[in-house]
């Protein structure tokens, strides 16, 4: 069974501070990954996902990820930055090859961006 | 211009009541799914459906019932209202297969059971 665990329930960080989300997750069998975004009040919004290839993978908004399949881990990461960036993050896998697109959700991320 | 639209956005109602939430996408995708996000914000999927048919029925009480009249809607029918019902349901919708599409969510609709 795939578990997916955010280290973090709440990071706060000041405005053009560099940022890292972590994510681990658990599986027996090779997965895809994903991050969502959620703005207050609102639904989810794909940022980023990582299919193969190249380890680091480059989404909307700035945010990077790096994918390490060593330690099945595959954090985020953003430079700098914005009061707008403030939002609940959420980190996701589905089954590679799978017959359905289930994804199984972390717990969250609270990113509070500060002035 | 909406992709996947849910209505209604809220919803407030008494225990012990039947309540329904619609949900329609316009992206022409084949594959329909229900999501639950708690007073934590943990989200789970409950149900999915693939051009009508359901494939994931998690472990959710019978109370709970999907239907999907075509692949572009997917209604979920709640009878029996209870406190615990009371969450954020979310919409979404994707392509079939593989485990490698996107999935697209609706702005979710959330439930308060008084």
């Known amino acids: 069974a795939q578990s997916v665990t955010q280290l973090d329930s709440q990071v706060p960080v000041f405005e053009e501070a560099p940022v890292e989300l972590r994510c681990n997750y658990s599986?027996?069998?090779?997965?895809?990954l994903f991050w969502y975004v959620q703005y207050p009040n609102q639904g989810l919004q794909l940022l980023l996902k990582?299919?193969?290839?190249?380890?680091l993978v480059k989404g909307i908004n700035g945010f990077e990820d790096e994918f390490n399949k060593s330690q099945t881990s595959f954090h985020l990461r953003k430079p700098s930055v914005h009061i707008s960036d403030t939002a609940e993050y959420f980190c996701?896998?589905?089954?590679?090859?799978?017959?359905?697109?289930?994804?199984?959700f972390g717990t969250g991320t609270l990113l509070a961006v500060q002035p | 211009d909406t992709a996947v639209s849910q209505t209604p956005k809220y919803l407030v109602t008494q225990m012990g009541n039947d309540k329904s939430i619609k949900c329609e996408q316009n992206?022409?995708?084949?594959?329909m799914y229900w999501y639950k996000q708690d007073s934590k914000k943990f989200l789970k999927i409950m149900f999915s459906?693939?051009?009508?048919?359901?494939?994931i029925n998690e472990t959710v009480p019978n109370r709970f019932s999907p239907k999907s009249p075509d692949k572009a809607h997917l209604n979920l029918h709640i009878n029996s209202l209870e406190l615990g019902d009371s969450a954020v349901y979310f919409c979404?919708?994707?392509?079939f297969g593989g485990g490698n599409t996107e999935a697209f969510f609706g702005q979710g609709t959330r439930l308060t059971v008084v």
């Open positions: 996701a896998v589905s089954y590679y090859g799978g017959a359905t697109n289930k994804l199984i």
């Open positions: 992206l022409g995708h084949d594959t």
């Open positions: 599986s027996s069998v090779s997965v895809y």
């Open positions: 459906y693939n051009n009508k048919e359901l494939i």
């Open positions: 990582y299919l193969s290839g190249s380890t």
């Open positions: 979404a919708s994707s392509f």
